[in-house]
């Protein structure tokens, strides 16, 4: 949907008022006046100048109006910063939803959708990009002295900017030295991510001519000079470029005598930056063959889309889901639509554009919150012209100012990770995806092997189309499920019980098979209790209500929740004892006890602390694809839509820590993640198997999970769904209460009730705390609402929670209390 940019005729100049977002935690947003020299440059959607709070800020204009607030005498906006809107109206009315859906500010959402780059302060830095050079021809005379003191500095504060240039109008200095990579904006320098770079060589432009080429080589002296050049010649001609690396491994040459050549200007040596994730250009594009199955499943899916926007599609693990994605968005590219693919997880990106690449080349683009600001600026700029047709992202990726979409697809509908958790907007990718496709006239795509019961709900009750695939690509059998009872391992030494004989005799049946090996336990670290062997007592964090975790490879006791770090506790504070057990195992645990066993196989570890870097999951799939892993142990990470051909056994080291959670979706929650773990094995020959050790083996969901019985689960699920109130019956909305001071927090949440129960008691839940009650130390307490699906009621219960929260605040006594209210929690 191509939208036209909104201008204002000066031709009177009448008075003129910008209704703008700024990105800050505000409850409503503020108005400034236009002052007439910037009525003809304003725009819906453009960033303009503005201050407040004696702070400057980049904030959006989200509407334009003549009359002026009667409530205060406006401010003069400073400046505008943009020719064009950085957004289009439709995606200012998708914030304008989720402002009013999942309770949060203007400010909130705009923190949250724009790159780093494009939100500019007066507390923001600005650094020194050391790949920029010193060539400063193409800067005029401000941004020369900006880059000048930036280049012996390294870094400016935008108070220095301001001293520097003697004025107040600096933003669009600082704009154009972001836009020429002269420099960086601090807020996400903070992390280790950098531009990444590339030294390219090219041979001067005097020897362009053969002639001249030719008496280069009769007059060289140097002979490892002239080997340098032979292989500078070389590259250029079978890659069509050539990069220092390459021509300094194939020459076998130095720097120095590389830079010899330099100084002749014989060649020349030029930085460019490059993507991190290299796209392909077109080259043959294989043939998609889809089965009988896929291709019945895609025709099901356009036909349902000619009467729903959105569809569900129900395919078993191994079933091809991805070649049917790639076919519909092969179709909407030939329409000139964009495409939008979500995934869960960045982790999952990796391996999904290396498949994609192969199709459509440097027509897709990936977008997440790893990518350095100047990345995502650029992925950004190139969506909102339509450059860019076909964009693969986390949930991130749904704030992009796209012009033409046509289609989003939402692969692993049911993750739970396109829930955003902190800090607001906690909203949900799925559900908001929905509404941004309606905004265009899209379609949604859902894609699951296990979808989400509100989902399957939706589509049994024809919100949904609904299309399934009930079969593996090539026929290919579904993996058996065994359960192996750990009751009957009793045994003194607990290690013994981490890997049990039955599944150890399956880990050596794989290996000598030359097969590979994955073993799923969803505990990091090496031993999640560190127990006082004399009384029972066990370390805590200082600054949360958990136990902490032992991590042997730091030798390091760590809490999970906060990330601070202890010495390992070697004298009891109980009781004084120097005598301490390790109990449970997390995955280092598990490969330590798996290397004892299997000295000769080659094992590996995917968590969150072995996987820190951007391109270390990447790295590791690789090398777990190209077989040079045999055994890989690790957490959620493993089981997310990863596609291993040669894999036969998975093991689920501990089902019952899967089963044990405290949540009313714990039983869809276990299948979901058991089913999809079991996807992993035998997804080209089917003959794979899963063990599942357990000591509750009569667990009413393990007998779905060994049928791969979806159908059954969702009905067992729903009676219980409705009788209680929880969805997809009713709406969930969660109010959770911090303070450093138990009783404030406690006292807020009961004012928060006694309000609510006047209108909504039959709904009310709490207030109460949760089993982990007290984070980086703001102690915690929740109220539950849970409401039947009635808009009315429900955007009543908003209203008056929003009204509520000012009344509570407005005490001085609870002013500092946190009240996050949570829609749709997961």
Known sequence: ??????????????????????????????????????????????????????????????????????????????????????????????????????????????????????????????????????????????????????????????????????????????????????????????????????????????????????????????????????????????????????????????????????????????????????????????????????????????????????????????????????????????????????????????????????????????YHSKFNPNERVEIWNKVKTGQTQIVLGARSSLFLPFSNLGLIIIDEEHDNSYKQQDPAPRYHARDAAIYYASLFGAQVLLGSATPSIESYYNALQHKYGLVTLTERYGNVSLPTIELIDVKKMLSNDANKLAITPELTAAIAASLAQKKQVILFQNRRGYSPYWLCQNCGWIPQCAHCDVTLTFHKSKNKLSCHYCGTTYPVVITCAACGSHHFLQKQFGTEKIEELVAEQFPEARIARMDLDTIKGKNDHDTLIQQFEQQKIDILVGTQMVVKGLDFEHVNLVGIIDGDGILNFTDFRVNERAFQLMEQVSGRAGRKDGNGSVLIQISNVLHPVLKFVQAHHYENLYHFELEGRKNYGYPPFFRIIQLTFKHRDKTIAEQAAHMMLTELAKDFAPYLNGPAQPPVDRVRNLHIWEVLIKLPKQSSLINHCKQTIKHQIAVIQSNPLYRSVMIQPDVDPC
Not at 90 to 117: H, K, R, S
Not at 180 to 194: G, S
Not at 239 to 259: C, D
Not at 287 to 305: C, G, H, R, W
């Open 1 to 366: 949907m191509n939208t036209p940019s909104t201008t204002f005729s000066t031709t009177e100049q009448p008075p003129l008022y910008a209704i703008v977002i700024v990105p800050l935690y505000l409850p409503t947003t503020y108005t400034w006046r236009v002052p007439a020299t910037l009525i003809n440059k304003i725009q819906i959607g453009a960033r303009v100048e503005v201050s407040l709070r004696n702070k400057k800020y980049a904030g959006i204009v989200k509407a334009l109006v003549a009359q002026k607030p009667s409530a205060f005498e406006p401010k003069d906006l400073l400046n505008v910063l943009d020719e064009n809107p950085i957004l289009y109206p439709v995606q200012l009315q998708f914030w304008q939803w989720m402002t009013t859906y999942y309770m949060c500010t203007d400010g909130e959402i705009m923190q949250a959708a724009l790159p780093a780059n494009l939100k500019l302060s007066s507390e923001s830095v600005l650094v020194w990009n050391e790949a920029f050079g010193t060539n400063f021809t193409d800067l005029d005379a401000s941004e020369y002295l900006i880059a000048e003191a930036l280049e012996m500095r390294k870094e400016l504060k935008l108070s220095e900017v301001y001293a520097i240039l003697d004025t107040t109008h600096v933003y669009p200095v600082i704009k154009k030295l972001i836009d020429k990579q002269v420099c960086f904006v601090w807020e996400e320098l903070k992390e280790k991510y950098k531009v990444k770079t590339e030294t390219y060589i090219l041979l001067h432009p005097t020897y362009h001519q053969e002639e001249k080429l030719s008496a280069l080589f009769a007059d060289q002296r140097a002979p490892k000079q002239m080997e340098l050049l032979l292989s500078y010649l070389h590259l250029f001609k079978t890659e069509g470029y050539v990069t220092q690396q390459q021509l300094l491994q194939k020459s076998n040459a130095t720097s120095a005598q590389l830079k010899a050549l330099v100084d002749k200007k014989i060649l020349i040596s030029e930085k460019k930056s490059i993507d991190r994730i290299r796209l392909l250009a077109y080259g043959d594009i294989p043939a998609i063959t889809l089965s009988n199955a896929q291709q019945t499943a895609l025709e099901a899916i356009q036909n349902s889309f000619a009467q729903k926007p959105v569809c569900l599609l129900h395919g078993v693990t191994a079933s091809g889901k991805t070649m049917v994605y790639i076919k519909l968005i092969e179709a909407y590219r030939q329409q000139k639509k964009q495409v939008l693919y979500m995934l869960p997880e960045i982790a999952l990106t990796a391996q999904i554009i290396r498949r994609l690449q192969v199709y459509f080349g440097n027509d897709i683009a990936i």
